[in-house]
């Protein structure tokens, strides 16, 4: 069973900082591309960051300069620094991996609550 273990969501005044953490675990096989998304209330999920095994990245153009996607293959993780947040970077974040077993496979996390007061 594969399980995505998001952390480091909370509670950040406008300009603030908060650094996000997914722990992949169980029989995934190898991590490919590892990324995160976001949803606010009403609104679709969309891509923030993602970035492949290798360590190539690509960002939304919401967060360039601002957002920084990194990875710990050794320890199957992946972060997400998050500097000078907006009210509007209000979401749930979700982690999401590219798992290559027996064929592909998509995993979720549980996502994890970031709000931003203004």
């Known amino acids: 069973q594969v399980q995505l273990v998001e952390s480091g969501g909370g509670l950040v005044q406008a300009g603030g900082s908060l650094r996000l953490s997914c722990v992949v675990s169980g029989s995934i096989g190898s991590i490919n591309d590892m990324g ?3 949803q606010a209330p009403g609104k ?13 990245t ?15 293959n050794a320890k199957n993780t992946a972060y997400l620094q998050m500097n000078s947040l907006k009210p509007e ?4 974040y ?25």
């Open 89 to 92: 970077d209000t979401a749930v």
């Open 36 to 38: 995160w998304y976001r």
């Open 58 to 72: 690509a960002y939304a153009d919401s967060v360039k300069g601002r957002f920084t996607i990194s990875r710990d």
């Open 94 to 118: 979700y982690c999401n991996v590219k798992g290559v077993r027996f064929g592909i496979t998509y995993y979720w996390g549980q996502g994890t609550q970031v709000t931003v007061s203004s």
């Open 44 to 56: 679709q999920r969309e891509l923030v960051a993602t970035i492949t095994r290798a360590g190539s």
